[in-house]
């Protein structure tokens, strides 16, 4: 079966530090990959999705990048994080070129910038 | 543009009772599907009911349906004999060609017992 592991589920950073936050996923290969932030109680907004290794679309111009060194591996990084950084951040992934398996998440990130 | 909307950003319902959350999006696609994802306390994105755009039959999972309306663009959820652990943040959302999950603003149901 399939599984999606995103660490560390909590994370309290200074601001202007560096951030790095990684997802995994297991049992499938060449999935869609996807990072999610959500503001205080309300909706997702994309960041970034991956449909393969190297290959990063971003959304919205912002202090966050995001890498995937391998095929199930999806990282979120920042060089100098901003009080705005802060957020639940969520992974996910989906099966390529099927829509209707849906998208599964992993647990979020709660992160905080003070 | 492709958009997902939900109007209601606050709904409750007496336990065991019976409610339904809209949503409305837009796309012109003709083959697409459509999800509802309930996020509770706890924040895990949990996949609640999937429609199929050419099914005209709507989709029902257990006390889960929709009401899939797609002339009308308009696909709702209804919960019935709503339980405590329904309570959670709900919301809509469309998968467009591209891969990109897009989601609506969410409505955020209390379960009162």
């Known amino acids: 079966s399939q599984t999606i592991h995103q660490w560390p589920a909590t994370l309290v950073q200074p601001v202007g530090s560096p951030l790095s936050l990684e997802c995994t996923v297991e049992?499938?290969?060449?999935?869609?990959l996807y990072w999610y932030r959500q503001a205080a109680g309300r909706g997702l907004q994309l960041l970034f999705y991956s449909v393969g290794i190297g290959q990063i679309s971003s959304e919205v111009p912002q202090n966050l990048s995001a890498s995937r060194p391998q095929d199930r591996q999806f990282i979120l990084s920042s060089k100098k994080l901003l009080l705005s950084d802060s957020g639940f951040y969520l992974c996910a992934w989906s099966v390529r070129g099927r829509r209707n398996y849906g998208y599964t998440f992993g647990s979020g990130t709660r992160l905080t910038v003070v | 543009a492709q958009t997902v909307t939900q109007s209601q950003p606050e709904m409750s319902v007496q336990e065991a009772e019976t409610v339904t959350l809209s949503c409305t999006y837009d796309t012109s696609e003709s083959d697409y599907y459509l999800f509802w994802y309930k996020q509770p306390p706890s924040r895990q994105m949990i996949l609640v009911i999937r429609?199929?755009?050419?099914?005209?039959q709507n989709a029902t999972e257990n006390r889960f349906s929709v009401n899939f309306q797609k002339a009308a663009k308009s696909f709702s959820l209804k919960i019935s004999d709503s339980q405590l652990g329904d309570a959670a943040m709900y919301f809509c959302?469309?998968?467009?060609?591209?891969?990109?999950?897009?989601f609506g603003q969410g409505t955020e149901l209390s379960v009162k017992p």
């Open positions: 049992g499938t290969s060449n999935p869609n």
């Open positions: 959302a469309y998968p467009n060609q591209g891969g990109k999950l897009i």
């Open positions: 429609q199929e755009a050419y099914k005209q």
